[in-house]
């Protein structure tokens, strides 16, 4: 097994080579509803490409891992980008790897903010839904649509995950 990969706080700069970080921290957002609402405006670019391609609104259900996790199989989506937007003020782990000539690269593990969601780009590599400690709800944004839209990536050796030491979930 290779040396472990103990996931990093989700920033805004660390993540943007592999999507986008959905929450309430930017400068974009403005009132609206006669001053009853604030919009964070513009938070992620939703693609769906290919054919009959549209965009998708579903909840997931996740259930969580055992840390420290054995990082065996990822996944990209080759027509569409995919958001995970948690329905609570829990944290999960986010997992992203560079693409390379051979395949995904190392991977990068981040933990989010509680509340924090991500926008993975399309054909970003990344691990699955990884809550963090117990069951969590997510609003799932993806593409839906005629084609294969789904490339899975198995590991030689698994990689190993750690979550930063002292954290609680």
Known sequence: MSDPITA???TREAFAPFGDVLDTAGDNHFPINNGKCERY???ARVEAMGPNARVLVSIARGTPYAFPLALKMVERHPFGSQ???PLDQRPFLVVVCHDTNEG?????AFVTAP???INYHRNTWHAVLTPIGQN?????VDRGGDGTNLEEFFFDEPWEIRLPDGFEP
Do not use: R, S, T
């Open 83 to 85: 958001i995970f937007m």
């Open 115 to 117: 509340g924090q969601g």
């Open 41 to 43: 405006h513009d938070l």
């Open 8 to 10: 990093l706080p989700l």
């Open 136 to 140: 969590q709800d997510f609003i799932v």
């Open 104 to 108: 995904p690269g190392e991977p990068h």
